[in-house]
Structures are given as structure tokens and as C-alpha cells.
């Protein structure tokens, strides 16, 4: 649905190259850990009043595991949870939630929110009860998401500093709507809409009121010293991805990996490529 409310402004411009490594194969299961083994756990994460769900997809081991937050998109029919399943093999906790107002969590969906939601699970998971229960090294925490999700990380990490990296897979530029007649962000909005408990009306004002610190390219100042990895497919969305990446490594950081690959949104055919590229990207942080 974003990819589809962004091409229409961005004309779905063809997706500019980015530098491409061919990622390794992608891994088979572990030896099971019988006095440690992985394991899923639920969450009840408070945020501003009410507490959203989230799952965690806890690492197999003794001690405390390096952790990724991996946010979806809007709606968020596709949640990576592939993603998450690679990540864990590869010994790191994922932590996924829905934002408030979406798919079951308590509250009022909105962009603001997802920011805030954001914030509140990082946070949440910093505390030293809930690091300790769920072995949470909480000096080793990334921040993920795609689409929507990818926009909120850029927003997120950008004014965040315990954060050890960020990744944006197709992140979405929440601002490149602003511009189209308010009845034209009202259908776009209206499409596969209905696990969101939101009016559209109020979030296609809140695109418009909000669209000069919603651009993904105002995030790059406070992205100059994050770890990135940012990943983009021929969606139409590498264009404003690539602006994004070329004003942070002008603002100095030189930890910017980019990674593209010639499929949908969803990367539906190229998911074992995805979990490659971002389980390569993982390993070498410190």
C-alpha cells in the first residue's frame, strides 16, 4: 500500500543502481541448545497510557544477546518474521510490535504514534528487569524496519544515541504525499486500511501538517554518526532512499552500506537474499 501512495508521487521513477555484494548463503538450522534454547516470547510493552503488543524472538544461549527491533510497515500485512527467524539464527535477539491503533494494540494509530511507540520499546527494553529476563545485551541494540517502518527508524535513530546501527528496507519518505490534493491522500490511505484504527482523513492532515520534519531526508544530520545499512528494490522508493544516503555520508558518517536488488516491495522473491544481506550487515558491527 505505501509503495503504491508513494509512486504516485514520485512518478515510480526507476530505481537508481546502488553498490551490490552478493550476499552468502543463507544458514541452516543450529544444533538445538537443550540448556538454553530459543524460544518466542510475548510482550506488553507500555506506550503513553496502554500497552501494545510485541513478540520476542529470543536467541539461543546462556547470557545476554545482542537485539534488533524490527518495525513493520502500514498496514504491515507484511511483517518480516522470516527476517526476525534469520536474525535469531544467527544468535541475536528480535523484538517486533505493533504500533498503537494497529493489528490488536490498544490506542489511536498515527505517524506521530509509530515515533513514539518506537521510542517506548526501546526504552522498555533497556530496563534492567526486562534485559536481565529476557537476556537483552542492551549496549548491542539496531534498529530495523521496512516501508513505513524504515521512515520510522530514520526518525527514530536520528535523535537516538545508544543505538549500535539502523536499517532501512525500502523506507518510505512519510512527507512525499504532502503535495496531492487532501481527497487523493484520503483514497490512497483508504487502501487496506482496515487493521488500523485511524480515520484516514486524520492521517492524510497529518501527512500535510506535519510534512517539513516527516521528509526521510531531514533525518540525515542526526543519522551522521549511526551504523547504517540501507537496503532498496525497483519499488520507486530507491530514488528518495539514495538522497537519503548520499546527505548523511555528507554530514561525515562513513558507515553506510547500501544493498539493492531487482524485485517488488515486499521483496517477495528475493527474501533469502534479504535475510542474507542483513545478517552479513549485522556481523560486522562491533
Known sequence: MIAKLLCATLLCLPAMAFAQTPPPAIFTDPPRDAAAPAR???LHVPSHGVSINAVGYLAAGKGMHPTLVLLHGLPGNEKNLDL???VRRAGWNVVTFNYRGSWGSPGIYSFSHCI????AVLDFLKQPAVAAKYGIDTTRLVLGGHSLGGWTTAQ???HRRDLKGAILISAA??????TLPRDQRIAFLADNHETLQASNEALADEIASNAATFRLNTTAPGLAKTPLLVITSDDGLAPTDEALVAKVRAAGNARVATQHHPTDHSYSDARIWLESAVVTWLATLP
Open 156 to 158: 527514530v535513530a536520528a
Open 173 to 178: 519518505d512519510m512527507a512525499s504525499s504532502a
Open 40 to 42: 518466542m516470547e510475548v
Open 84 to 86: 526476525a527467524q534469520a
Open 116 to 119: 513514539e511507540d518506537t521510542d
